[in-house]
């Protein structure tokens, strides 16, 4: 893409990885406020920076909350999706409890003043 640095000679880039989602539950009841606790787990596992949930303010998307997390670089992202406390979630709360998603896993990147 025209206008953008490549990232080439830099440091491992630092991996936003943020998934917004829909709860089968109602909003604001008991069962959201668990799911939403067991996600608060992920946190602790190791490699997790900066980790936020996330309450979506705008009717723009079918998303009503989301989860962001960083990692210092890809192969500590691939530890934490490979972490058995990671694996256990997605198996026992998220595919069961999420109605409807969308992940995104960013890097961040210098965009070059036109000349």
């Known amino acids: 893409m025209a206008g953008c640095l490549a990232l080439l ?11 917004v989602f829909r709860l089968k539950h109602p909003t ?10 067991a996600a608060s787990s992920l946190a602790d596992i190791p490699g997790v920076q900066h980790f936020e949930c ?40 998220w595919l069961p409890e999420v109605a409807e998603f969308m992940e995104i896993d960013c890097i961040a990147h210098e965009v070059a003043a036109a000349p």
Do not use: C, W
């Not at 604001?28 to 606790?37: M, P, Q, R, Y």
């Open 28 to 37: 604001a009841s008991a069962a959201e406020l668990d799911f939403l606790k």
């Open 9 to 19: 000679g830099s440091p491992p880039p630092m991996i936003r990885h943020t998934v």
């Open 54 to 93: 996330l309450r979506q303010v705008s009717a723009k998307n079918p998303f009503t909350l989301g989860l962001s997390m960083e990692f210092a670089d890809t192969a500590a992202y691939q530890r934490y999706s490979d972490h058995p406390d990671h694996v256990s979630f997605v198996q026992e709360r």
